[in-house]
């Protein structure tokens, strides 16, 4: 089953314009991670953000998360033909073994140039 | 550094025949996880390693499913019989032990089940 809903579903934006993503979760969380996934490969980390963080940075991304809400947004400054993927929020509960990871549905992002 | 390596990258079988997707993980890793990713959906955990261990095997359907981590470095899994449903992408990752770290995935093995 899935932790994560993500909205929107899909996003469609030209190249430069800012991309906002929203992530929504159940359980109380050690930490919330992003991943993008090109088409027909993998997921590559993006960023880790901690319970007890509220915003993080890593170049041209914005992450924030609020835990009163569960929730957390990501945000793609200055967007690229290459930004083109899926991009996935997963979380670690507070009580989950290991480094256990739920995954949401995922945002398709389409940068157009 | 070598990244996961999975292979074979694509398999088209039919139904009831068995199926079985190799990974190789990143050097020095100890825990490696096995997910089953729906299309338009996000992965979902099928079984975690620790070293040669089977710590987390709850989703996966052992009816038809297994998996093994001989020597805890690589890993199989393995469908027999395979059915329509089981059509998917299989991803692999590893991770350092222990920590909230981050997870490695390797590129997956798409199976179509005709």
């Known amino acids: 089953s899935q932790q994560g809903e993500e909205d929107p579903q899909a996003l469609s934006i030209q190249e430069g314009e800012n991309a906002t993503m929203n992530c929504s979760y159940k359980t109380s969380i050690n930490n919330l991670q992003w991943y993008r996934q090109n088409s027909g490969r993998g997921l590559v980390h993006l960023i880790l953000i901690r319970s007890n963080e509220r915003e993080k940075h890593s170049g041209r991304l914005r992450v924030t998360l609020d835990t009163s809400k569960k929730s957390s947004s990501l945000l793609i400054t200055a967007s690229r033909a290459a930004d083109t993927a899926s991009y996935f929020c997963a979380t670690v509960a507070i009580k989950a073994a290991g480094n256990k990871l739920t995954f949401g549905g995922g945002t398709r992002v389409l940068v157009k140039p | 550094e070598a990244g996961v390596v999975q292979s074979p990258r694509y398999k088209i079988i039919e139904k009831k025949q068995p199926v079985a997707f190799w990974c190789n993980p990143i050097s020095g890793h100890n825990t490696l996880y096995w997910y089953l990713q729906n299309l338009g959906q996000g992965p979902e955990l099928l079984i975690r390693y620790e070293n040669e261990e089977a710590v987390d095997d709850s989703q996966l359907p052992k009816d038809r499913f297994s998996a093994e981590r001989l020597k805890g470095v690589d890993s199989t899994l393995k469908i027999q019989p395979a059915e329509l449903g089981d059509s998917a992408v299989y991803l692999c990752?590893?991770?350092?032990?222990?920590?909230?770290?981050?997870?490695?995935f390797g590129p997956g093995t798409r199976l179509t089940v005709l």
């Open positions: 990752a590893s991770s350092h032990r222990g920590g909230k770290a981050e997870q490695f």
